[in-house]
């Protein structure tokens, strides 16, 4: 279960990651400098840098990035590549996992641990909600052993694109789409368990 909650985590972060220009906002201060194409075509090289294995080098076209900037956006590549390999492992792992219980008829035993999961998860995922703002830097000092985070919108006006509330809508993203996908595969665990029933419910009738 613990590879399954694992690689729906990890799916969910990939998915919200790579539909967030959709979310991006071009701020005034910014428009006055470039248009909105250019911001476009910077966020998505600064994506596949985040993103990509052999993008080794960040190179942004337009905005201009100091050091400190640079060295922050590889602390965060090391984390996506990170959740990325977490991805690769445990999505074939888990798919492997569950059809083996399947063809045994144990995928029963799995229903209430995922259903206490689920629960576990919607009581405690909305805590740090209430005070993003404040739950978003202590999540930075966290994550991060340096202070290349604070970044001077005067030097690195690619922060601009990305203000706290920008990081709130892909939070929501993010705890929706866990939660479908939670949802969703016990919702698959049920209807085999129903299947199972049904079906020694028929071949006790005959």
Known sequence: MLVCFLAIMSTALFITVNISPLLVDYPKQLLRHFNSEELASDYRRLLAYLQLPW??????????????ASHHFCDVRHLLLLNETVLVITVPLAWWSLEKQKRR?????????????????????????????????????????????????????????????FFLRLALIWLAVSLVLLIALWGWLYLDFFKLGTQKSYHRRN
């Open 55 to 68: 993008a080794w080098h960040l190179y942004l076209h337009f905005i201009p990035l100091t050091l400190q």
């Open 105 to 165: 008829h144990q995928l029963w035993q799995l229903m209430i641990p995922l259903k206490v999961i689920i629960y576990v998860f919607v009581l405690t995922s909305w805590l740090p909600l209430v005070s993003f703002p404040a739950s978003f830097i202590k999540l930075h000092f966290l994550l991060f052993q340096n202070r290349d985070w604070i970044l001077n919108p005067h030097f690195d006006p690619v922060i601009l694109l990305m203000p706290t509330s």
